[in-house]
């Protein structure tokens, strides 16, 4: 069971598909992400072992289906790097 929402990740979604579309981004890092969304006050990157655990935490739920994918979000292989890309429309 995620300790997220299904609220928390639809505006994380739409927060970060917005900031990149505004900004020209095509593609985003989990970190990048972390730090974009904790300096906006959308989510925290204060708990866990280091920053951006949490947003990671987010994905990893995604992932596993416990709640929604983060629009834009993939992953290659189990513990490779995440990437958010611009979700066209």
Excluded: Y
Aim: hydrophobic letters at 35%; a positive charge.
């Amino acid at each position: 069971m995620s300790n997220f929402t299904h609220q928390q990740v639809a505006k994380v979604s739409e927060f970060l598909q917005n900031h990149m579309r505004t900004n020209g981004i095509h593609e985003l890092t989990a970190d990048e992400c972390a730090s974009i969304l904790a300096d906006n006050k959308i989510l925290s990157n204060e708990s866990g072992p280091k920053p951006g655990f949490t947003f990671r935490q987010m994905l990893r739920d995604g992932r596993d289906k416990q709640i929604p994918m983060v629009a834009g979000a993939s992953q290659e292989k189990v513990h490779a790097r995440w990437k958010i890309i611009l979700v066209k429309g």
